[in-house]
T-cell receptor
Framework: EPEVTQTPSHQVTQMGQEVILRCVPI?????FYWYRQILGQKVEFLVS????????KSEIFDDQFSVERPDGSNFTLKIRSTKLEDSAMYFC???????????FGPGTRLTVT | AQSVTQLGSHVSVSEGALVLLRCNYS??????LFWYVQYPNQGLQLLLK??????LVKGINGFEAEFKKSETSFHLTKPSAHMSDAAEYFC?????????????FGQGTILTVHP
């Protein structure tokens, strides 16, 4: 069964460093999303992406964040200068045209020290 | 704007007992509703969804949920709990009319199943 994959599973970085989180969505899906879950809190929407552009973004998704689909398979989230409060589990999700259900990857745990 | 409230951050049941996890939503338009499950150290797995067809929705692993518009609820049930059901469960909503919209999640309910 097709699934969303994410790499790395765990990333440790120092405050102020740039990180890139990678996702491979399900191959025939056209809508892509990033969510995050700070430890002990609810899952929060960050950004959605369709047709090579951002469809919607939350207040969390400020200028430090960017997304890109560099080729036909990968979808990346870049944090330009990480802060301690960026420590969280980051989930990528994708959905197919004309459907509502979003399929999630296993997540990348980002730890900023 | 839509929101989701899950009543009870922790629910504990005995194996074989009824599971009832509560979810209430608010949405200015008819919503799409979902339940996801998260097992320890894993991602979110879709259990079931409501998208304005049948109000009683059956999902995987014996779970089902009933959409009640008058109560703005979408409670998750399972007649007989199994040890393997122990996990965290999230109710989520997408505002109707945009099938590709963002999911808004509740705060989650941790289900514990005792032998």
């Amino acid at each position: 069964e097709p699934e969303v994959t994410q790499t790395p599973s765990h990333q440790v970085t120092q405050m102020g460093q740039e990180v890139i989180l990678r996702c491979v969505p399900i191959s025939n899906h056209l809508y892509f999303y990033w969510y995050r879950q700070i430890l002990g809190q609810k899952v929060e929407f960050l950004v959605s992406f369709y047709n090579n552009e951002i469809s919607e973004k939350s207040e969390i998704f400020d200028d430090q964040f960017s997304v890109e689909r560099p080729d036909g398979s990968n979808f990346t989230l870049k944090i330009r200068s990480t802060k301690l409060e960026d420590s969280a589990m980051y989930f990528c999700a994708s959905s197919a045209e004309g459907t509502t259900e979003q399929y999630f990857g296993p997540g990348t745990r980002l730890t900023v020290t | 704007a839509q929101s989701v409230t899950q009543l009870g951050s922790h629910v504990s049941v005995s194996e074989g007992a009824l599971v009832l996890l509560r979810c209430n939503y608010s949405s200015s338009v008819p919503p799409y509703l979902f339940w996801y499950v998260q097992y320890p150290n894993q991602g979110l797995q879709l259990l079931l969804k409501y998208t304005s067809a049948a109000t009683l929705v059956k999902g995987i692993n014996g779970f089902e949920a009933e959409f009640k518009k008058s109560e703005t609820s979408f409670h998750l049930t399972k007649p007989s709990a199994h040890m393997s059901d122990a996990a965290e469960y999230f109710c989520a909503v997408i505002a109707g009319g945009t099938s590709y919209g963002k999911l808004t999640f509740g705060q989650g309910t941790i289900l514990t199943v005792h032998p």
